[in-house]
């Protein structure tokens, strides 16, 4: 394991205090990409997945106000638990692209339920490039959701300008 960044080190240092067992950590950022991937591995994890990903979310928050704190210009950090962020991103495209093609049969807009800003990023990302199809994120705070809009919905031009 190579040395760790200061948020690594902090998300280290919170999963010790946590005592939950033995885990190793390792880190990935991409040039191409803002984020900072903190990969946990180990009996540790299965603690920390017996929470639902409220757990491994609410590290994940820390992590980040932790490392705004360090720099204003710090990367967004994401907690993998035993690689489930993997598993989690393919869950969301399929979703996202069985919703367009929902929204494309219907010509009607079709809302996801509520998800976290990186769920709603991984939506919004997956159908950028989709022809005919936009999203847009609605609501407020926990309840925050992405709709899908076929063109010809009413809300598409709204949804079109949101992308850009």
């Known amino acids: 394991m190579g040395e760790l960044s200061a948020v690594g080190s902090f998300v280290q240092g919170a999963v010790e205090r946590m005592g939950l067992g033995n885990f190793e950590i390792s880190e ?4 191409s990409s803002d984020l900072l991937v903190v990969q946990l591995r180990g009996s540790a994890c299965s603690v920390l997945g017996a929470g639902g990903v409220r757990t491994s979310e609410a590290l994940q928050l820390l992590a980040n106000q932790a490392a705004k704190q360090a720099s204003v ?10 690689g489930n ?11 996202a692209g069985k919703a367009a093609d929902r929204a494309s049969d219907s010509g009607r807009s079709v809302a996801l339920d509520p998800m976290n ?19 847009m994120s609605m609501g407020e705070g926990r309840y925050r959701q992405v709709l899908i809009v076929p063109e ?11 992308q850009s």
């Open 73 to 82: 210009d710090a990367d967004r950090v994401v907690i993998d638990v035993e």
């Open 85 to 95: 962020a993997d598993e989690r991103e393919d869950s969301l495209t399929a979703l």
């Open 117 to 135: 800003s990186r769920d709603r990023r991984i939506v919004h990302v997956a159908l950028r490039d989709t022809a005919k199809i936009a999203t």
């Open 152 to 162: 010809g919905a009413s809300e598409y031009g709204d949804a079109q300008a949101s």
């Open 28 to 31: 990935n950022s991409e040039e």
